[in-house]
Nanobody
Framework: QVQVAESGGGLVQPGGSLRLSCAAS????????MGWYRQAPGKQRELVAR???????MYADSVKGRFTISRDNAKNTVSLQMNSLKPEDTAVYYC???????????????????WGQGTQVTVSS
């Protein structure tokens, strides 16, 4: 089983910055792509940023130039640096990880997507 846990949310004024972190733990053989999604009240969950196993990244148009996603493969973590925050960035942010599970034999199991419980980001004066 793989667990995913986010941290770093909070209340920030418009124009401010926050850094979200996400750690994957448990029976992991290897991680594939990792990403951040968000869901605002009354809206569908949407992709914010994603980073692939080779290091390439993709961003939603609304956050390009303001947010930066990064990963530390040695620590099984992914982070999201959010700058120049706007009120419309207010949402619950979820970490998503594609992971190959580790079987008791040490061989890789199947790949599955895992979600964290979410962390609230509120941008308000």
């Amino acid at each position: 089983q793989v667990q995913v846990a986010e941290s770093g949310g909070g209340l920030v004024q418009p124009g401010g910055s926050l850094r979200l972190s996400c750690a994957a733990s448990g029976s992991i053989f290897s991680l594939d792509d990792m990403g951040w999604y968000r869901q605002a009240p009354g809206k569908q969950r949407e992709l914010v940023a994603r980073i692939f196993s080779g290091g390439s990244t993709m961003y939603a148009d609304s956050v390009k130039g303001r947010f930066t996603i990064s990963r530390d493969n040695a620590k099984n973590t992914v982070s999201l640096q959010m700058n120049s925050l706007k009120p419309e960035d207010t949402a619950v942010y979820y970490c998503n990880v594609a992971a190959w599970g580790l079987l008791p034999s040490g061989a890789p199991g199947g790949m599955r997507n895992y979600w964290g419980q979410g962390t609230q980001v509120t941008v308000s004066s």
